[in-house]
Nanobody, 119 residues
């Protein structure tokens, strides 16, 4: 089983920057796609950015050009650099990881980290 530890959320002024981190640890034959999702109260969780083990990335249109996802495969860690933050970015961010173990694919979620943006 893989566990995720998220960090980096907090309070920032509009236009500022934050960097989120998510480290995966535990039993896995391979860790595949890793990504960040976010969820506002009363709304569905939505994709922010995802990165494959080969470094291919995909972003939500709302964050393109402002957020950058990166990955350190040696550390099984992903980062989300968030620049030019807007009040609408102020929600809970969740790390998501897909991994292979004992011939089966699994998905695991982090506990969430809150980003607050003051206007």
């Amino acid at each position: 089983q893989v566990q995720l530890v998220e960090s980096g959320g907090g309070l920032v002024q509009a236009g500022g920057s934050l960097r989120l981190s998510c480290a995966a640890s535990g039993n896995a034959s391979s860790i595949n796609a890793m990504g960040w999702y976010r969820q506002a109260p009363g709304k569905q969780r939505e994709l922010v950015a995802v990165i494959t083990s080969g470094g291919i990335t995909n972003y939500a249109d709302s964050v393109k050009g402002r957020f950058t996802i990166s990955r350190d495969n040696a550390k099984n860690t992903i980062y989300l650099q968030m620049n030019s933050l807007k009040p609408e970015d102020a929600v809970v961010y969740y790390c998501n990881v897909h991994y292979l173990w004992a011939g089966r694919y699994f998905e695991v979620w982090g506990q969430g980290t809150l980003v607050t943006v003051s206007s």
